[in-house]
């Protein structure tokens, strides 16, 4: 199965209106699920993946699919001068809001609605791009990371955090059986939303990862495109640039 034929809901909307209603309906729980849900390892990715960018001392910086903004804060360590998050899910956003409130950090911080597939910015306006478990969603996979390449500015970064299939024994093995009986009931118990959890494996099943993704990343013109799998493939973080 295609990822972009994976939807939460398979009704007659798009997967771009499934996906923005399901984070609606989910927001409120997420921040919990998906900490506990990784045990907090994902905190721990997340700070390896910005790390990457550090050599690079990015003052502009986007963070694509930002949800609740989890990756956009971590950026916060590589003291940038402005941090913009876009993301589908009005209800995601309204808790990022919040957050930003909370930690004060208004000053160089905004969450704003948008598209991936069709960014409100100018060609090259940032110097680092990342996405957190995002690219997944993607409608339009190739057309939302092109849109990702044409706003980095030349020789910029792009990091894509992302769930990938690990492929030994018995972290594979472990991982799948949490991952497809575990996970989806204890979400929909949680989250109340029966879908959103069971749409969460199947969307990493069906998703080109590791060499493949890194493939897609090469033909739609990035370059010095690395691969790094993280908690024994749990899964891996890109860094390419444009």
Request: cysteine-free.
């Amino acid at each position: 199965m295609k990822h972009d034929t994976v939807k939460p809901y398979n009704s007659t909307a798009s997967k771009k209106e499934e996906v923005a209603q399901m984070f609606d309906n989910i927001a409120a729980k997420y921040d919990f699920l998906n900490h506990f849900f990784s045990l907090g390892i994902d905190k721990i990715w997340r700070k390896k993946a910005i790390r990457m960018l550090a050599e690079d001392q990015p003052q502009e910086i986007l963070d694509v699919a930002t949800g609740t903004g989890d990756f956009a804060f971590a950026a916060q360590v590589l003291k940038p001068k402005r941090i913009v998050g876009i993301d589908i899910s009005g209800g995601m956003l309204e808790v990022g809001r919040r957050k930003i409130a909370e930690r004060k950090l208004g000053r160089n911080m905004e969450f704003i609605l948008g598209d991936s597939e069709a960014l409100p910015f100018e060609n090259g306006s940032f110097d680092a791009i990342t996405v957190g478990f995002g690219v997944r969603n993607f409608e339009h996979l190739e057309k939302g990371l092109s849109e990702m390449l044409r706003v980095l500015r030349p020789g910029g970064q792009a990091v894509v955090l992302e769930f990938s299939k690990p492929k030994k024994f018995p972290v594979k093995q472990v991982y799948f059986g949490y991952f497809k009986y575990i996970m989806p009931g204890l979400g929909k118990l949680i989250s109340k939303d029966q879908n959103a959890y069971s749409y969460l494996p199947e969307s990493v099943m069906a998703f080109p990862e590791g060499e493949e993704f890194a493939s897609i990343l090469r033909k739609v013109g990035y370059r010095e495109v690395n691969l790094r799998p993280v908690a024994g493939g749990i899964a891996t973080i890109y860094a390419a640039r444009k």
